[in-house]
C-alpha cells in the first residue's frame, strides 16, 4: 500500500467530502531551527486539486468557511496558525457550532522538539504551554486533536470527520510543522467516511411513525413549524415533501426563514410568540396537533420565549429523536419522516386539516404605502418583489435579519443569517465563502445578493477584496441608518455609543479592489429604490456592485420596535 503525506491525508479527507476550496491565512516564518508553523502545510493544498482562498484575517477566513459550508452542505476547511491565528477565528467557530455548520479547522503547530522542550516560542503565552489553545477550542468543537503521533494520526483524522458528520459541527485538527510531511499508510483513505446517519431500531422508528399517524388523524387541526434544525440537519427536501403529501398549513421561525417553498398555498406565514401576525399566532397556537421540525428554542427565535404552544401537542423532530407529547424517542428524524412518507402513501390520513381552508394569511391584505423616504417596513416588502428564483441571499445580524421576515421569498431562493450567535460582521465574511460555492454549484444560483448594516460592515469590511479578486460579482446593499439601530431600539436611542464613524461607502468597492470593475450607487428615496430595482443593467450583475440605501436612524422592522419596547422586561429575567 503507497503511503502519503499527514498533512496530505487531511486534505485529501477534504477533498472526498466535495470540498474545492480551502480559506485562511498563511502563518508567520521563524528563522531559528524550523521553516513556519503552517505555510509548508499550505504547499499541499494545491497538491491536492483544492483551491487557496486566501483571507484578509483568521475572522474573516472563519467566517467564510462558515458560509461555504451552509452553500456546500457537508463542510468546509480553513487553515490557521498556532497561537493568534487561530484564537482570531474562534468567533467564528463558535458560531458554526451553536448553528451546527460543520468546519474543518486545520492549524499548523510548532514541532513536536519544541513541544516536548516547553520552549518560549513565539505565538505561545510565553509559559511553555502548548495544549492551552486547545483546550479552547475543546469548548466549541464536536472533536479536537493534535497530531503528535504518526501511528494514530489516520485513525485521529477520521474519528474527528466522522464526529463532525455525525454531529454537524466543528473539528480542530493541529498538526506540528516536523509531522507535515510524515509518511502513513493510505489504507485508510480507502474506508469511506460516514455521510450518513446510523439507521434507527426498526421496531421502535415503527412504533414512533404509527403513533404520529395516529395523533394527525385523531386531531381537527394540525399545522407544521418549520425552524432552523430543518435547515441545518438537511431535512428541507423531505419536509417539503411531506407538505405536499399532508397538505398540512406550515409555518417558518426567525431561523426557518427560505427553509420551504414561500409561493406554495399552504403557507402560513413567520411564527415567532408575540411577535406574530395576529391570525399566524392564532393557528399556530390553537392548533391540536404542531409538527415542529428542528425546534431550536432561543431568544430571537421565540419572540423572547413568548411562544404559546401546549407541549402536550407538539411532536418534535430533533436530529437525534422525536418527542411526541413529550415522551421521547430515541429515533433519528431524518429516518421517521422517510418512513412516514411511505407509511402515508399505502395509509393516507382522512383528517380535516388537510382538506380545511388555511386558518391563516403570510402577509398582511394590504402592502404597507409607500411615501418619499425609504421606511423599513416599504423597503422589505419591496426587497420581495426584487427577489428572483435562484437567488442566495445573506443578511445581517440586526435590522437586515429582522425585515426579512417581511420579505417574500420566490421558490428556489435560498437565505442565510446567523439566528442564534448573532456575530455582527458575520454576513459580509460569510458572503465570501457562501458566493464562492455557489459558483461552483454553477447551475444553482444566479444572483448572490448580501445586507448588511453600515455598522456590521465595518467589523469586516476587508472581505470586500475578496469578493472581488474570487471574481464574485455580488449586489451588496449597506443600510445606512446612522448607527446601530437594532441597538437603539433596545436601549440608547440617543446614546453616543449607538453611533459610528462616517465612511464613503462607495468608494469602498474601488478602494479594495481597483483593478476590478465595479459600480455603486446610493439611494434616498423610494422612488431611487424603485428606479434600481428596475433596471436591466442592474439585475444583470456583470460586476460587482454596492447600494447605500439611506433610512432614519430611529425606523426600524416592526418585530425590532416590538421587542425594543419589551426589552428591559427581558433583561430583567420576565417572560
Not at 410 to 426: E, H, K, R, V, Y
Request: charged share 20%; proline share 5%; aromatic share 10%.
Amino acid at each position: 500500500m503507497a503511503d502519503i503525506n499527514i498533512g496530505s491525508y487531511i486534505f485529501e479527507r477534504v477533498k472526498q467530502l466535495g470540498v474545492k476550496s480551502v480559506f485562511g491565512v498563511p502563518g508567520v516564518r521563524s528563522l531559528i531551527r524550523q521553516k513556519d508553523y503552517e505555510m509548508t502545510l499550505l504547499d499541499l493544498v494545491p497538491e491536492a486539486g483544492l483551491k487557496w482562498r486566501g483571507n484578509p484575517n483568521e475572522l474573516c477566513a472563519g467566517y467564510a468557511a462558515d458560509g461555504y459550508s451552509r452553500i456546500q452542505g457537508q463542510c468546509a476547511a480553513f487553515v490557521t496558525t498556532f497561537g493568534p491565528g487561530e484564537l482570531s477565528a474562534l468567533c467564528a467557530i463558535a458560531g458554526a457550532y451553536c448553528e451546527f455548520v460543520p468546519l474543518v479547522h486545520i492549524v499548523g503547530y510548532p514541532s513536536t522538539v519544541f513541544q516536548n522542550e516547553h520552549a518560549v516560542l513565539h505565538h505561545t503565552v510565553g509559559d511553555g504551554r502548548y495544549e492551552l489553545y486547545h483546550e479552547m477550542s475543546k469548548q466549541i468543537s464536536c472533536a479536537t486533536t493534535v497530531l503528535n503521533d504518526p501511528k494514530i494520526a489516520a485513525s485521529e483524522i477520521d474519528r474527528c470527520f466522522n464526529a463532525m458528520l455525525y454531529h454537524r459541527q466543528p473539528i480542530y485538527i493541529g498538526i506540528p510543522v516536523d509531522l507535515v510531511y510524515q509518511k502513513i499508510s493510505t489504507s485508510s483513505l480507502q474506508v469511506p467516511l460516514a455521510t450518513t446517519l446510523p439507521p434507527n431500531d426498526t421496531k421502535l422508528e415503527e412504533k414512533v411513525v404509527q403513533e404520529i399517524w395516529t395523533k394527525l388523524e385523531r386531531q381537527s387541526t394540525a399545522v407544521m413549524i418549520v425552524d432552523g434544525g430543518a435547515i441545518r440537519h438537511n431535512m428541507t427536501t423531505l419536509v417539503q415533501e411531506l407538505v405536499n403529501v399532508t397538505k398540512i398549513p406550515y409555518y417558518t421561525t426567525a431561523m426557518g426563514k427560505g427553509a420551504l417553498d414561500e409561493q406554495q398555498p399552504r403557507w402560513g406565514g413567520f411564527y415567532g410568540g408575540f411577535v406574530s401576525k395576529e391570525d399566524c399566532k392564532a393557528a399556530v397556537e390553537g392548533a391540536e396537533c404542531v409538527l415542529w421540525i428542528g425546534n431550536y428554542p432561543s431568544d430571537i427565535n421565540t419572540g423572547e420565549f413568548t411562544e404559546k404552544v401546549k407541549p402536550e401537542v407538539i411532536i418534535d423532530f430533533e436530529r437525534f429523536f422525536v418527542s411526541i407529547g413529550g415522551q421521547k424517542y430515541e429515533v433519528k428524524s431524518e429516518y421517521v419522516i422517510k418512513r412516514l412518507l411511505e407509511s402515508l402513501k399505502t395509509q393516507p390520513l382522512n383528517f380535516a386539516t388537510g382538506k380545511a381552508a388555511m386558518p391563516s394569511t403570510p402577509w398582511p391584505q394590504n402592502g404597507p404605502p409607500q411615501s418619499k423616504e425609504i421606511t423599513q417596513v416599504w423597503y422589505w416588502n419591496r426587497c420581495g418583489k426584487f427577489f428572483r428564483e435562484g437567488d442566495l441571499i445573506i443578511t445581517e445580524t440586526g435590522t437586515s435579519a429582522t425585515g426579512m421576515n417581511d420579505a417574500s421569498l420566490p421558490n428556489n431562493a435560498t437565505i442565510l443569517s446567523q439566528t442564534i450567535f448573532g456575530s455582527i460582521g458575520w454576513a459580509t465574511g460569510t458572503s465570501v465563502g457562501a458566493f464562492v460555492a455557489a459558483r461552483e454549484l454553477v447551475t444553482k444560483y444566479k444572483r448572490c445578493l448580501l445586507f448588511t448594516g453600515e455598522g456590521s460592515l465595518q467589523l469586516t469590511v476587508q472581505a470586500f477584496s475578496d469578493l472581488l479578486r474570487h471574481g464574485v460579482k455580488p449586489i451588496i446593499f449597506v443600510l445606512n441608518n446612522g448607527g446601530y439601530t437594532i441597538e437603539r431600539m433596545l436601549h440608547g436611542a440617543h446614546a453616543e455609543y449607538n453611533t459610528v464613524p462616517l465612511w464613503e461607502y462607495t468608494e469602498i468597492l474601488h478602494a479594495l479592489g481597483p483593478e476590478h470593475a465595479s459600480k455603486s450607487y446610493q439611494c434616498r428615496t423610494s422612488e431611487e429604490v424603485d428606479k434600481l430595482f428596475s433596471d436591466p443593467t442592474f439585475n444583470a450583475c456583470e460586476v460587482a456592485q454596492l447600494v447605500e440605501v439611506f433610512m432614519d436612524p430611529m425606523d426600524a422592522p416592526w418585530i425590532l420596535k416590538i421587542s425594543g419596547q419589551n426589552n428591559d422586561k427581558f433583561n430583567a429575567g420576565s417572560k
